[in-house]
T-cell receptor, first 113, second 111 residues
Framework: KAGVTQTPRYLIKTRGQQVTLSCSPI?????VSWYQQTPGQGLQFLFE???????NKGNFPGRFSGRQFSNSRSEMNVSTLELGDSALYLC????????????FGDGTRLSIL | EDKVVQSPLSLVVHEGDTVTLNCSYE??????LLWYKQEKKAPTFLFMLTSSGIEKKSGRLSSILDKKELFSILNITATQTGDSAIYLCAGGPSGTYKYIFGTGTRLKVLA
C-alpha cells in the first residue's frame, strides 16, 4: 500500500509570492491534516480536512488555506509569503475515525528568500 | 491552553543502554496520546495509547500512559545506533485530529 505522497519535496520562493503544496493520502483514508514543523516551534497543527470539508483549524493567519478534493487529495496554499514561513510542511492521513493514528508523508521543505 | 511537554530535550547514550523518554500533557477532552519517531523525513508511527496503565510493546520499545498524572513514557531497551532520531509525542482530543505535539526528544546512540 503506497504511503502519503507530498509534492514537491523542495520549494524556494521569495517574499510576497504564493505557493501551493499537494498531498495524496493513503488509499482509503479520508482525513488529511497539515502541520508546519520548524526547529523552534516543533510541529504545529494547521488544519484538517475530511470529506472535502475543513473539520478543524489551528492558530495560523488567513494566508494559510487549504482544500480537499473528492478523491481525498488535499492542497495547501500560502499567500503573501513571509520569511517566517520557511519550514517543513507535513501532511498526515488517517481513515477518519480519530481512534486511528495519522500517518505522515515526507513533507515539503519550503524556503523563503 | 493545551500543551505537551517532552523531556529531556536531548539525550546521548551508548549502544546497549536503556532510555526513558517523558511526555506530559494538558489537552482538553483528551482521548489519545501518540508516539512517533522522526529521522530525516516523515515521522513514523510507534504507539497510540488511550487507556491508562496498559503497556504497549513493539520489540525493544514500550510505552505506557498515566491518565491520572497526565503523562506517558517511552522506553527503549538495548539501544542501537538505528534508534538515533527525534521522538515526538502528541496529545489528541476526542473526535478530532487536532493533535498537539511536543517539541521532541533528540536521541543519539553512540556505537
Amino acid at each position: 500500500k503506497a504511503g502519503v505522497t507530498q509534492t514537491p519535496r523542495y520549494l524556494i520562493k521569495t517574499r510576497g509570492q504564493q505557493v501551493t503544496l499537494s498531498c495524496s493520502p493513503i488509499s482509503g483514508h479520508r482525513s488529511v491534516s497539515w502541520y508546519q514543523q520548524t526547529p523552534g516551534q516543533g510541529l504545529q497543527f494547521l488544519f484538517e480536512y475530511f470529506s472535502e470539508t475543513q473539520r478543524n483549524k489551528g492558530n495560523f493567519p488567513g494566508r494559510f488555506s487549504g482544500r480537499q478534493f473528492s478523491n481525498s487529495r488535499s492542497e495547501m496554499n500560502v499567500s503573501t509569503l513571509e520569511l517566517g514561513d520557511s519550514a517543513l510542511y507535513l501532511c498526515a492521513s488517517s481513515p477518519g475515525d480519530s481512534g486511528q493514528p495519522q500517518h505522515f508523508g515526507d513533507g515539503t521543505r519550503l524556503s523563503i528568500l | 491552553e493545551d500543551k505537551v511537554v517532552q523531556s529531556p530535550l536531548s539525550l546521548v547514550v551508548h549502544e546497549g543502554d536503556t532510555v526513558t523518554l517523558n511526555c506530559s500533557y494538558e489537552v482538553t477532552n483528551f482521548r489519545s496520546l501518540l508516539w512517533y519517531k522522526q529521522e530525516k523525513k516523515a515521522p513514523t508511527f510507534l504507539f497510540m495509547l488511550t487507556s491508562s496503565g496498559i503497556e504497549k510493546k513493539s520489540g525493544r520499545l514500550s510505552s505506557i500512559l498515566d491518565k491520572k498524572e497526565l503523562f506517558s513514557i517511552l522506553n527503549i531497551t538495548a539501544t542501537q545506533t538505528g534508534d538515533s532520531a527525534i521522538y515526538l509525542c502528541a496529545g489528541g482530543p476526542s473526535g478530532t485530529y487536532k493533535y498537539i505535539f511536543g517539541t521532541g526528544t533528540r536521541l543519539k546512540v553512540l556505537a
